[in-house]
Nanobody
Framework: QVKLVESGGGLVQPGGSLRLSCTASGIDISRYGTDWYRQAPGNERELVAGILSVGNTFSADSVVGRFTVSRDNAENTVFLQMDNLKPEDSAVYFC???????WGQGTEVTVSS
């Protein structure tokens, strides 16, 4: 059974940083790409950033230069480092295995002073 568990969300002030984790079980995360999505209230879920199986990373224009994706194969975990956070980054963040319908339960990020 494949399971993804996100963690690391919370309340942070504008300009602050958070690191989200997505830990997988039942699947070797290094063999697949992993995407990070977010969904704010009233908005559609949007793709934020991701890492391909070969290790290449990408990010949406709205977060480029601020969000970084990395992976620890030994820990079977993908990370989303978020720096210089803005109020508009507030959302529930989800990780997803590329090419498969496996999602985590989400972790909430609130950026507010």
């Amino acid at each position: 059974q494949v399971k993804l568990v996100e963690s690391g969300g919370g309340l942070v002030q504008p300009g602050g940083s958070l690191r989200l984790s997505c830990t997988a079980s039942g699947i070797d995360i290094s063999r697949y790409g992993t995407d990070w999505y977010r969904q704010a209230p009233g908005n559609e879920r949007e793709l934020v950033a991701g890492i391909l199986s070969v290790g290449n990373t990408f990010s949406a224009d709205s977060v480029v230069g601020r969000f970084t994706v990395s992976r620890d194969n030994a820990e079977n975990t993908v990370f989303l480092q978020m720096d210089n956070l803005k109020p508009e980054d507030s959302a529930v963040y989800f990780c997803k295995i590329r090419g498969a319908d496996y999602w985590g339960q989400g972790t909430e990020v609130t950026v507010s002073s």
